[in-house]
């Protein structure tokens, strides 16, 4: 089964939306977000072997890369300040 695609007509409709049924949830404790990274082939073949290489899974090792990344540019930019 396929999502159903809105129209911005039917969006933007009050009379559209069913308030009645609204589900009031907890937030999620561990919230996650996933993003979808694009490799040139060379690129992607490279970085699998790396993560191969560290026994980790490329979701791990990219992962662990941008963390590590990000902390650094962190702590530069505290410097810098």
Same mark, same amino acid.
């Given at each position: 089964m396929t999502k159903r695609e809105w129209t911005d007509e039917e969006l933007m409709d009050p009379n559209f939306?069913? %308030? /009645? @049924? !609204? =589900?009031?949830?907890e937030p999620s404790p561990n919230p996650r977000m @996933?993003? #979808?990274?694009?490799f040139e082939g060379a690129d992607f073949h490279?970085? /699998? $072997? /790396?993560? =191969?290489e560290s026994g980790e899974t490329l979701t791990n090792f990219i992962r662990r890369g941008a $963390? %590590? $990344?990000a902390a #650094? #540019? !962190? @702590?530069s930019d505290a410097v810098a300040r």
């Open positions: 939306w069913d %308030e /009645a @049924s !609204t =589900e009031v949830q @996933s993003v #979808r990274v694009v490279q970085v /699998a $072997l /790396a993560a =191969e $963390l %590590e $990344l #650094r #540019r !962190t @702590s």
